[in-house]
């Protein structure tokens, strides 16, 4: 079975870009998550969908996150524009859902110059 | 809201010693489902295990944990340790349908 995967595994922007960030949930999966990770934050939640609807943004993140689910086998993460402190790894999960195992995708580096 | 405490962010040990990593949470829901997820260098986070039934005691790898709603607690614990765990690990609540993290400890075993 083919799990979480995300692309690209590397991306590198410029200040004030807009990037967008791809994750192809487990097939199956009814819930996906977005989390950034950080060594000093550890893994902030910035977004939530169950079946495709919106369940959780992450507060503080709406102003230049947004994360979409065209279909339930495709989700994106929009940041625009980027800045240098979201240089982090975005981890794209997803899970059969209620109370289920998490499963990650490998991540996308973004690096903000 | 929700919470998971980790307090230690960083433990080192030598190798052969026992491993604990405390995680305490708090929660209103009366069956959370808590887990340990490991992230080693350069991988993702994956399940290392995970319970919901109170006072049992769960295992899988070498590490065991045991909830304890009484005094609401999920701490990770091995008899001893190898280089191979050094890693992240994260306690993890599941109540509902939300899912909180803990802020994560990093586990160093030297030899």
């Known amino acids: 079975d083919a799990g979480v995967t995300q692309t690209p595994r590397h991306e590198v922007?410029?200040?004030?870009?807009t990037i967008i960030l791809k994750c192809e949930p487990v097939s199956g999966h009814n819930d996906l998550f977005w989390y950034r990770q950080t060594k000093i934050q550890g893994l902030?939640?910035?977004?939530?969908?169950?079946?495709?609807?919106?369940?959780?943004?992450?507060?503080?993140?709406?102003?230049?996150?947004?994360?979409?689910?065209?279909?339930?086998?495709?989700?994106?993460?929009?940041?625009?524009?980027?800045?240098?402190k979201d240089s982090a790894v975005?981890?794209?999960?997803?899970?059969?859902?209620?109370?289920?195992?998490?499963y990650f995708g490998s991540g996308t580096r973004l690096t903000v110059l | 809201g929700d919470s998971v405490t980790q307090t230690e962010g960083l433990v080192t040990l030598t190798e052969g010693l026992p491993v604990m990593l405390n995680c305490t949470y708090q929660t209103i829901y009366s069956n959370p489902f808590l887990f340990w997820y490991v992230q080693h260098l350069n991988e993702s986070p994956r399940l290392l295990l995970k319970s919901f039934t109170d006072n049992k005691r769960t295992e899988h790898q070498g590490f065991?944990?045991?909830?304890?709603?009484?005094?609401?607690?999920?701490?990770?614990?091995?008899?001893?340790?190898?280089?191979?765990?050094s890693a992240l690990y994260y306690c993890?609540?599941?109540?509902?349908?939300k899912v909180v993290f803990g802020s994560g400890t990093r586990l160093l075993v030297s030899p």
């Open chain 1, 44 to 84: 902030e939640l910035l977004s939530y969908f169950r079946s495709k609807s919106l369940m959780e943004d992450g507060g503080a993140f709406k102003d230049r996150f947004k994360a979409e689910m065209l279909n339930s086998s495709f989700s994106t993460l929009k940041i625009q524009p980027t800045e240098p």
């Open chain 1, 13 to 17: 922007a410029e200040k004030g870009q």
């Open chain 1, 90 to 102: 975005y981890l794209c999960a997803s899970s059969p859902g209620g109370a289920e195992t998490l």
């Open chain 2, 92 to 97: 993890a609540l599941t109540s509902g349908y």
């Open chain 2, 64 to 85: 065991h944990a045991t909830l304890h709603k009484s005094s609401s607690s999920f701490h990770l614990q091995k008899s001893s340790a190898q280089l191979s765990d």
